[in-house]
């Protein structure tokens, strides 16, 4: 079965695996980042400009695209092989965004609508220089100087200053059923022009190539280097057409070449479009061989995601790794030498008559603000040095130290409005009551003292034991120790809180870009179930062999 009859399983296959790859980012600036997104963008429009509609609609006309460099005469070229004008030359042509296909009337419709190239809009006749700047767009142009068959489409400059040119120019070599090269004796050894005939080789395209405006005394000489240089790259057999210098080709001429000049390239392009077994040979060609090439391109594209997942994973660690040691810190030193010292610690030792209960936790709050200022300030220290030594780390994430020390003041008040509630609750729960006045102890006194207490002891560390005496004397064996669990589960609240929530900003640049390990896994699915369904249909890519040279070259 040739694979232009394809089952419609294979365009199910297609369609998810274009799915995949629209669904594929690379967000992290690693080594190849760019690469991968700029072969998965060519990915895309070769299957939403070539294959898929290729493949639903195998008797569409071909189209062969006619490329270059910069003032190789693409655009005289085409001129000349239609007999007319049809596409503006001269050196206003880089700017251009706006690429002109010619075909017959009748197959007019084929390219009218958004078929092929669905991201380009369309318009009837040719725009003046200029007007096509504003939005890509195609300008499709019929007339019968074209057989029905084949289109030809006049791409804009490979190498142009504009780099939406390029990525346009790029985006319809992707949707061609043939490739033509154009390149000129002065520029023929450039690296783009070899870049895109080796892609052509590789992806087994059905490909020929113009060496254009070649003087008459060097032609020879030209045409023999230019052969041992396809010869070296393994193209050897790809028909080669040379195109004079003539004066029609300078710039100022009229822009047609004489008909003897393309005859040969003419002949060789519409014959395609004259001979069906032809046509149908080229078309399942290259489509042939752009499926082939599915499986190193998207397992190369599966690869870099793989490397961002990894890299976002490594980054994640990292972080993870500076806060849990950030945690580890804190609880030490509230288990071990407390925050008993300084002022704190003054109000302690005066405690109760010459500091009230107020100033203690006042200043037991402080410290604790502190201690987790200092805390977060370390793990984002040692996030920041572990992420610069990670190619692509994200950037941001980073707050100044008042704002870190006004998130974390807003969560020890917190901390401490739950401790003075719970010294409420676990006075009432003794009976002290606003009406024993009698004994020398109000709940409104005995409240504020219980919360200073508990305070010392969730937060002083070893020198917290008295504070636990305290409260025992106080409340009572049963209700101290219950009071001091609830407390101790509020301090870790309050220092898990701070420190989750420091770690979620520090990191949000890096989980804000959501990278999973899902696409690796989902692109490599659909390129196995597409290569499932290609094999199935025992498809040679060798659909026809093209002849190893047109006999003679255009002189």
């Known amino acids: 079965m040739a694979i232009l009859d394809a089952r419609p399983e294979l365009l199910d296959a297609l369609t998810v695996l274009r799915e995949r790859l629209a669904a594929a980012r690379f967000p992290l600036e690693l080594p190849g980042a760019e690469r991968a997104r700029r072969s998965r963008g060519e990915l895309l429009a070769q299957l939403d400009g070539y294959l898929l509609p290729r493949l639903r609609s195998p008797k569409a006309p071909l189209l062969a695209v006619i490329g270059g460099s910069t003032g190789a005469g693409k655009s005289t070229l085409v001129n000349s092989l239609v007999g007319r004008h049809v596409t503006e030359a001269g050196v206003l042509r880089p700017t251009t965004r706006t690429p002109v296909l010619v075909c017959h009337p009748d197959d007019q419709h084929w390219f009218g609508d958004q078929r092929v190239l669905p991201r380009l809009d369309r318009v009837v006749a040719q725009r003046q220089e200029g007007e096509g700047e504003a939005s890509a767009a195609l300008a499709v142009h019929a007339t019968r100087a074209v057989p029905a068959g084949i289109a030809l489409l006049d791409a804009p400059d490979i190498d142009s200053l504009v780099a939406e040119n390029r990525d346009l120019a790029a985006e319809l070599i992707c949707a061609a059923d043939v490739w033509v090269l154009v390149t000129t004796a002065s520029r023929y050894a450039d690296a783009l022009p070899w870049n895109l ?23 020879a000489e030209v045409s023999r280097h230019y052969d041992a240089m396809l010869e070296r790259a393994g193209l050897g057999g790809v028909p080669r057409f040379t195109v004079p210098e003539l004066p029609e080709s300078a710039r100022g001429g009229s822009g047609l070449l004489p008909a003897t000049a393309v005859a040969a390239l003419r002949e060789w392009l519409f014959r395609r479009a004259h001979d069906g077994d032809a046509r149908q040979r080229a078309a399942a060609r290259t489509a042939a061989g752009a499926l082939a090439s599915l499986r190193a391109r998207v397992g190369a594209l599966a690869g870099a995601c793989a490397a961002q997942h990894a890299t976002a994973v490594r980054l994640d660690q990292r972080l993870a790794g500076a806060y849990a040691e950030a945690g580890r810190r804190v609880h030490d030193c509230l288990a071990g030498g407390g925050l008993l010292t300084g002022q704190a610690r003054a ?30 300030s370390a793990a984002d220290e040692r996030v920041e040095d572990a992420w610069a030594k990670e190619p692509g780390a994200p950037a941001g994430g980073v707050d100044g130290a008042e704002a870190v020390r006004e998130r974390i003041g807003i969560q020890v008040r917190r901390l401490r409005r739950c401790l003075e509630e719970l010294a409420e609750e676990a006075c009432a729960a003794v009976g002290l009551r606003p009406d024993q006045g009698g004994s020398g102890r109000s709940m409104v006194g005995a409240e504020t003292e219980i919360a200073a207490l508990l305070a010392a002891a969730l937060l002083g560390g070893k020198g917290g034991t008295v504070a636990r005496q305290a409260l025992s004397s106080s409340l009572g064996t049963r209700v101290a120790a219950r009071l001091t669990e609830q407390g101790d589960r509020e301090v870790r609240g309050c220092v898990g809180r701070v420190l989750d929530g420091e770690r979620d900003r520090r990191g949000a640049p890096l989980h804000d870009l959501e990278i999973s390990p899902t696409p690796q896994v989902e692109l490599v699915a659909a390129l196995s179930l597409v290569h499932g369904w290609h094999s199935g249909t025992a498809v040679s890519r060798r659909a026809g062999p093209e002849p190893a040279r047109e006999a003679g070259e255009v002189r």
């Open 197 to 219: 005939l080796r892609s052509a080789r590789e992806y087994d395209v059905t490909l020929a190539t113009v060496l254009d405006r070649v003087p008459h005394q060097i032609a």
């Open 347 to 376: 109000h302690w030792l005066s405690f109760p008559h010459d500091a009230s209960p107020d100033e203690l936790l006042d200043s037991l709050t402080r410290a604790l603000a502190g201690l987790l200022v200092e805390a977060v």
